[in-house]
């Protein structure tokens, strides 16, 4: 529980640097930053986003849906945006 703060700080830091290209892509480069024994999944990164939106995730161009601009993970029933 103590962890989270670091792993959204991570996530964060991820998304600014590489951009949301796909969960796979975003949960490697977490990998690569030692957080091996959490697998993001789609529901937990549009809770993180939605509520860095809340506070200051248009620095990350989260939109009011809480979604990146142009980023839809299949499944998730978003639409990307133009």
């Given amino acids: 529980m103590s962890n989270?703060?670091?792993?959204?700080?991570?996530?964060?830091?991820?998304?600014e640097a590489r951009g949301l290209s796909d969960l796979a892509a975003i949960n490697r480069n977490?990998?690569?930053?030692?957080w091996n024994e959490i697998d993001l999944d789609d529901q937990?990164?549009?809770l993180i986003l939605i509520s860095l939106d809340e506070k200051d995730g248009r620095a990350l161009g989260i939109d009011?849906?809480?979604?990146?601009?142009?980023?839809?993970?299949?499944?998730?029933?978003s639409v990307p945006q133009a």
């Fill in 4 to 15: 989270i703060p670091a792993y959204v700080r991570d996530l964060v830091n991820t998304i």
């Fill in 30 to 34: 977490m990998e690569l930053l030692g």
């Fill in 44 to 46: 937990t990164l549009q």
């Fill in 64 to 77: 009011r849906m809480g979604s990146p601009e142009g980023y839809a993970p299949e499944g998730s029933g």
